[in-house]
Nanobody
Framework: QVQLLQYGGGLAQPGGSLGLSCAAS????????MGWYRQAPGKQRESVAT???????NYADSVKGRFTISRDNAKNTVYLQMNSLKPEDTAVYYC?????????????WGQGTQVTVSS
């Protein structure tokens, strides 16, 4: 069994910063890509940022230059540093990991964390 536990998030003012972390645990043989997704009320879930196991990153255009994704492979943990936050960043954020337990990789998701940007 694999579990992804998220930490962080909360309330920030516009222009402020927040950090998220997500730790994977359980019967993990290896992890491929890890990433952060978000879902705002009434909208579909969208990709925010992803990072490969070699550190190659991809960002949504809306967060480029403001958000930074990183990971610690030894700890099976992915991070998201969010700076210069905007009200439109308000959403529930989910971490994702492509985990190999036995042979094939499968997607696992964190429990979700609310991020609210408001004055």
């Amino acid at each position: 069994q694999v579990q992804l536990l998220q930490y962080g998030g909360g309330l920030a003012q516009p222009g402020g910063s927040l950090g998220l972390s997500c730790a994977a645990s359980g019967s993990i043989r290896s992890i491929n890509d890890m990433g952060w997704y978000r879902q705002a009320p009434g909208k579909q879930r969208e990709s925010v940022a992803t990072i490969s196991n070699r550190g190659v990153t991809n960002y949504a255009d809306s967060v480029k230059g403001r958000f930074t994704i990183s990971r610690d492979n030894a700890k099976n943990t992915v991070y998201l540093q969010m700076n210069s936050l905007k009200p439109e960043d308000t959403a529930v954020y989910y971490c994702n990991a492509q985990v190999r337990v036995v042979v094939h990789f499968s997607d696992y998701w964190g429990q979700g964390t609310q991020v609210t940007v408001s004055s």
